[in-house]
């Protein structure tokens, strides 16, 4: 932005606005010379302010994908017929990209247009966790067959390497990771000599997964508080928008003391946290401040503004979130998913949230677990609710259905076998043992966070991380697809043989100090499912430090939304 001289115009991707308010704030931006904020989406009335507030130079900050350059060049197209004076920048994230000039040439602009390119592509979310923000990857992957995601998600793994860090080692479990870390490798041999080195604290593990992996989790309704909050409420980026007379809440991230503390909690657990801090501020103030020193004066002033100024705010959202949860919708779904992921469902079920109106998202979720658990729904079965959907919904939910059928989310069951889920729930610990219900409040395992049920991808990370690392088959007898790798004496990466991934506990075993590992999902991940994996690392379950890399932050609604779209 300094290196455009004068007042400015910055137009944004309608979806990026918030992520970049974590990076920089709307003041710092106009201290370097944004003068005037807007989106890509095409306003003729906003253009026309250009001249009122003197606005010469107009910035597209924009990703480098064909979607987001076309949405750019119809809204310069618009701006520079409005205003022929202004001056047009494009700066594209993360890396240049050649098709942008002939799109814009196309339209008749690439005289007047500068193009710019600067290498930003993580978004930090919070202190262990970052995001690609690439929103449509399982969409260009699973529906279109478009692959070329692949290779920005590799690019932006190296990047991140050469700030902390080569990798000593990578793991993959999917066809697109190990396709990404393929591609990892051949980018640190061409850059032989200028490949990153291995940092003291830097990076010691990569792991790669894909969401397809494991598309039981996202099904499933999460049920820690931050899991709730975006299930329920639109958590997005720490903020949850207002809908109708609600008013916008903000700063639901880790500058939040008290969100840091119960975020990660059990819904129920979270209640129980703030109701006992509630009554240590009653209890000191109401007994204990009138014989206190100064210094326990001063500490309980200190609690008061870190804890009591938004203790409102989330006794307000935890009640709110109570009230959902104990509607009789809430329970019905909560039900049928414990049933369909114990085996023992009543399709009948199905039929009553959707004839009883419940979203059309809820009712496609609860197909679409099914599909994951069972390995498809019976023929008979399919075809009825199918046509019942889409007389209940509208015809247009015909394309819905198609593209969950094109991402294999959605589909009969040809065959009679039994399904990969139903030989891992028990090997691999998924279910809580009849009769010993997980203790969500107080909990010894990841069950917490589903209220019994264990993340598939979370055990299998725990599985990667452990002394034993992955096999040539899982637990359940499944094939497992994966490329393991590590830098040879010359800072190469070396492929090695399925029948040396026990070297990792060698390794493990070897020495005390934990390992840094970084989690990659490609194509998204839950806000459970991070609880799980920060729980794991903070309980001790895994011996490494834990940070996870993501394309995007997900639930199941979403994740079909993009899909369908």
């Not at 990792?504 to 799980?532: D, H, M, P, W, Y």
């Amino acid at each position: 932005l300094d290196s455009i001289r004068g007042s400015k115009a910055l137009v944004l991707e309608p979806y990026f606005i918030q992520p970049l308010g974590l990076v920089a704030e709307a003041t710092v931006l106009k201290e370097h010379g944004v003068d005037m904020f807007c989106t890509t989406e095409l306003d003729e009335g906003i253009t026309a302010l250009y001249g009122e507030k003197g606005i010469g130079r107009v910035v597209y900050l924009t990703h480098a994908e064909i979607g987001s350059i076309h949405r750019a060049c119809k809204h310069a197209s618009m701006s520079f017929k409005a205003n022929q004076n202004v001056e047009l920048y494009v700066v594209l994230m993360p890396r240049h990209m050649q098709m942008a000039e002939i799109m814009f040439e196309e339209e008749g602009l690439k005289g007047d247009t500068r193009f710019l390119h600067i290498p930003y592509s993580w978004v930090p979310l919070s202190r262990d966790v970052v995001s690609l923000e690439m929103h449509d990857v399982l969409k260009e992957l699973m529906v279109e067959s478009n692959p070329g995601c692949l290779y920005g998600i590799a690019h932006a793994l190296y990047q991140l390497q050469e700030m902390f860090g080569s990798a000593s080692r990578v793991q993959a479990k999917g066809e697109w990771s190990c396709r990404i870390a393929t591609m990892l490798g051949r980018m640190r041999r061409e850059a032989g000599k200028n490949v990153p080195a291995s940092a003291a604290d830097g990076l010691d593990d990569i792991i790669l997964m894909d969401r397809t992996v494991d598309m039981v989790t996202p099904m499933c309704t999460q049920l820690t508080y931050a899991g709730l909050l975006d299930e329920l409420l639109g958590l997005e980026y720490g903020q949850i928008r207002g809908k109708g007379d609600s008013r916008k809440v903000s700063g639901l991230n880790e500058t939040d003391p008290i969100f840091r503390e119960i975020g990660d909690m059990f819904y129920s657990g979270a209640r129980v946290w703030v109701n006992s801090t509630l009554k240590e501020i009653q209890k000191f103030r109401d007994s204990e401040m009138a014989g206190a020193d100064v210094a326990a004066l001063k500490g309980f002033v200190s609690d008061l503004r870190e804890k009591f100024a938004r203790m409102p705010l989330h006794t307000s959202l935890l009640e709110k979130l109570g009230g959902i949860m104990q509607s009789s919708g809430f329970t019905a779904r909560q039900k049928i998913e414990a049933d369909i992921l114990d085996d023992d469902m009543d399709m009948n079920l199905v039929y009553d949230r959707m004839y009883k109106g419940d979203d059309v998202f809820s009712v496609l979720r609860l197909m679409c677990l099914y599909c994951a658990v069972n390995e498809g729904i019976p023929k008979k079965e399919y075809d009825l609710l199918r046509k019942d959907l889409i007389n209940t919904y509208g015809f247009e939910h015909i394309a819905s259905i198609h593209a969950l059928q094109m991402a294999r989310l959605l589909y009969r069951k040809e065959e009679r076998k039994r399904s990969f889920f139903s030989k891992a729930k028990s090997s691999m610990g998924l279910l809580v043992a009849d009769g010993n219900p997980a203790d969500c409040e107080n909990p010894e395992d990841v069950h917490y966070a589903y209220a019994g049920y264990a993340p598939m991808s979370s055990r299998m990370m725990q599985k990667a991380c452990s002394a034993e690392g992955w096999s040539t088959r899982d637990d359940a007898g499944h094939a497992t697809m994966r490329v393991q790798q590590r830098v040879n004496d010359y800072g190469f990466p070396d492929d090695i043989e399925a029948s040396t991934t026990s070297t990792q506990g060698s390794e493990s075993k070897q020495t005390s100090k934990k390992r840094n590992v970084l989690l990659v999902f490609v194509g998204g991940v839950t806000q459970a499912e991070i609880s799980t994996l920060r729980f794991l690392s903070n309980k001790g379950k895994v011996h490494c430090n834990i940070m996870i890399a993501t394309t995007s932050i997900l639930n199941g609604s979403t994740l079909l939304e993009k899909l369908i779209k």
